[in-house]
């Protein structure tokens, strides 16, 4: 399975499924169970107010777990190499101004 971006709430509340179940969910992690319900990580029922009623991990959701327990996001390759190229033309600069 891909590696992909969750916010810091979303690994909470796959945290929290994984450990403690929804009861421990707070009024907070509607919006972050709704986005891991839209990935398919989680199944979940929601109050008519919007809150969390109940809410389980999917098979896929225990597999990204499996396979990604750190719950590190995916590294942007691209942007790291823009960053690198970006700090060794500062460091040529001021290389050849004290030159």
């Known amino acids: 399975m891909e ?3 969750l916010s810091k709430r979303a690994k909470a509340v796959l945290r929290i499924l ?4 929804s009861e ?3 009024e907070f992690d509607a919006s ?4 891991l319900s839209e990935r398919g990580f989680v199944k979940a029922a929601f109050t008519e107010g919007g809150g969390v009623e109940d809410a389980k991990l ?3 959701g225990k597999e990204y777990l499996r396979d990604y327990p750190s719950l590190r ?4 390759w691209v942007m790291a190499a823009a960053l690198v190229s970006v700090v060794n033309a500062i460091f040529l600069v001021i290389i050849l101004i004290r030159g």
Do not use: E, W
């Open 3 to 5: 590696r992909i971006r």
């Open 18 to 21: 994984s450990r403690q179940g």
């Open 24 to 26: 421990a969910l707070s």
């Open 32 to 35: 972050a169970v709704r986005a």
């Open 58 to 60: 999917t098979t896929k």
């Open 73 to 76: 996001n995916p590294v942007d």
